[in-house]
Nanobody, 130 residues
Framework: QVQLVESGGGLVQAGGSLRLSCAASGFLFDYYSIGWFRQAPGREREGVSCISNVNGRTFYVDSVKGRFTISKDNANNTVYLQMNSLKPEDTAVYYC???????????????????????WGKGTLITVSS
């Protein structure tokens, strides 16, 4: 059974940090690129960041560049999203998702409504207070 399980969410003050984890099972993790997405109340889902399964290449949307860092632990089938200097506008449910190629994953990050990912987690809530 394919599973992507996010953890690490919670309440944090503006300027604080959190690290999200995405634990994968039930599929060949080494063959999939992983992306992080988020959805704030009343807003469409947006892409945040992704990492390639092939060469570790990463991509970030402009709003998180320099503040968030994505990383991958192949030994433990886990992807992390280190989030620093958090802002109230980062408040959202954060999801991880997997797709079989990095180009497709990056396309989904740039245009979540126009490109599909294969597997999704159920999300973890981040609330950043001002």
């Amino acid at each position: 059974q394919v599973q992507l399980v996010e953890s690490g969410g919670g309440l944090v003050q503006a300027g604080g940090s959190l690290r999200l984890s995405c634990a994968a099972s039930g599929f060949l993790f080494d063959y999939y690129s992983i992306g992080w997405f988020r959805q704030a109340p009343g807003r469409e889902r947006e892409g945040v960041s992704c990492i390639s399964n092939v060469n570790g290449r990463t991509f970030y949307v402009d709003s998180v560049k320099g503040r968030f860092t994505i990383s991958k632990d192949n030994a433990n089938n886990t992807v992390y999203l280190q989030m620093n200097s958090l802002k109230p506008e980062d408040t959202a449910v954060y999801y991880c998702a997997a797709a079989g190629n990095f180009v497709g994953t990056m396309s989904a990050i740039k245009d979540p409504q126009g490109h599909a990912m294969e597997y999704w987690g159920k999300g973890t809530l981040i609330t950043v207070s001002s």
